[in-house]
Nanobody, 125 residues
Framework: QVQLVESGGGLVQAGGSLRLSCAASGRTFSSYAMGWFRQAPGKEREFVAA????????YYADSVKGRFTISRDNAKNTVYLQMNSLKREDTAVYYCAAVSGISSTATPRSGYDYWGQGTQVTVSS
């Protein structure tokens, strides 16, 4: 089992940047593929980005491709989401998620087992 705690959210102007972090408990972080999701008010939660267990394979939603970068540091049990060129429509609560028992190269868009509590990102115009 793994516990996830997000940080780094806040208020930023459109065009600005933020870096979200997600710290994981436990000693088997490298066995989990990690993902970021977001949920805007009145909308369903949506996939943002995923990174594989150990080889750094990544996948992005079309809406963030070229602006967001997911990365991980297995030595620090942490996954990051660097968000650049932020837009008002990026405003949401951002969640990190973890899933184990899958291929080392997989970047899943669903089926995550563990979730953090979320961190608010607000982009103003």
């Amino acid at each position: 089992q793994v516990q996830l705690v997000e940080s780094g959210g806040g208020l930023v102007q459109a065009g600005g940047s933020l870096r979200l972090s997600c710290a994981a408990s436990g000693r088997t972080f490298s066995s989990y593929a990690m993902g970021w999701f977001r949920q805007a008010p009145g909308k369903e939660r949506e996939f943002v980005a995923a990174i594989s267990r150990s080889d750094g394979n990544t996948y992005y939603a079309d809406s963030v491709k070229g602006r967001f970068t997911i990365s991980r540091d297995n030595a620090k049990n942490t996954v990051y989401l660097q968000m650049n060129s932020l837009k008002r429509e990026d405003t949401a609560v951002y969640y990190c998620a973890a899933v184990s028992g899958i291929s080392s190269t997989a970047t899943p868009r669903s089926g995550y087992d563990y979730w953090g509590q979320g961190t608010q990102v607000t982009v103003s115009s």
